[in-house]
């Protein structure tokens, strides 16, 4: 159940773009982002409920395809602070329609950016 | 935001003893909390699903008599790791989902970093 993240890591330069990409084998109800810094607990960026939702701010924006179980977060002009590494986490369908609840994270996409 | 409080931060401990770690929920009524727990540069696995009042949900392969876990109000989680080995050494972070959030983010504390 766990979801895929790609790539499993990525070097960017300030100012340049990113995309993370989440795909899972099961239906979904939602798809979190977190950005966790070493040492730290990981931190919220945002929650896509419905497919084909987009959502952003900032800089940072991502979207939710429910048809394909797939969800992209994208960076654009990154920032030195954006490093780190950005765990998506899936909530799956329950029989009901509803969300199990529970969310699965995938293995993570460690971001470094660069002067 | 929601604030969630995790205690200890760190603790080192002997081979053979427990050691209990507490999730707070500071500022709102958490009735499902979660456990996760991340090797170094891993994933966070879930480890078990902490409903208040009840018997905790373990994820396939968690051992539930060595993690003993205790949801008594609708703030405070425990996770209690018996008899530890240097095996159960990692990060342990708590969340939780306020009440009656049908979906929302969870709150994670601090994270709990156990060295046995």
């Known amino acids: 159940q766990q979801p895929v993240q790609s790539p499993q890591a990525v070097i960017l330069r300030e100012g340049e773009d990113a995309v993370i990409n989440c795909s899972s084998s099961?239906?979904?109800?939602?798809v979190h982002w977190y950005r966790q810094k070493h040492g730290e607990a990981p931190v919220f960026l945002m929650i896509?409920?419905?497919?084909?939702e987009q959502k952003g701010h900032d800089k940072i924006s991502a979207s939710f395809n429910e048809k394909k179980q797939q969800s992209s977060l994208y960076l654009t002009a990154s920032q030195l602070s954006y490093s780190g590494t950005y765990f998506c986490?899936?909530?799956?369908?329950?029989?009901?329609?509803?969300?199990?609840?529970?969310?699965?994270f995938g293995k993570g996409t460690k971001l470094s950016v660069i002067p | 935001g929601a604030v969630v409080s995790q205690h200890p931060s760190w603790v080192i401990c002997k081979s053979g003893t427990s050691v209990k770690i507490e999730c707070r929920s500071l500022?709102?009524?958490?009735?499902?909390m979660f456990w996760y727990r991340q090797f170094p540069k891993q994933s966070l696995m879930l480890m078990a699903t902490?409903?208040?009042?009840?018997?905790?949900?373990?994820e396939q392969g968690v051992e539930k008599d060595k993690f003993l876990i205790n949801h008594a109000s609708l703030t405070l989680s425990t996770l209690t790791v018996t008899s530890a080995h240097p095996e159960d050494s990692s990060f342990y972070i708590c969340?939780?989902?306020?009440?009656?959030?049908?979906?929302?983010?969870?709150?994670f504390g601090e994270g709990s970093r156990l060295t046995v």
């Open positions: 969340s939780a989902r306020g009440q009656g959030a049908d979906t929302g983010e969870l709150f």
């Open positions: 099961k239906a979904l109800y939602s």
């Open positions: 896509l409920l419905k497919g084909g």
């Open positions: 986490g899936t909530e799956i369908q329950g029989h009901s329609g509803a969300g199990s609840y529970q969310l699965t």
């Open positions: 500022d709102f009524q958490a009735t499902t």
């Open positions: 902490s409903n208040e009042g009840s018997k905790a949900t373990y």
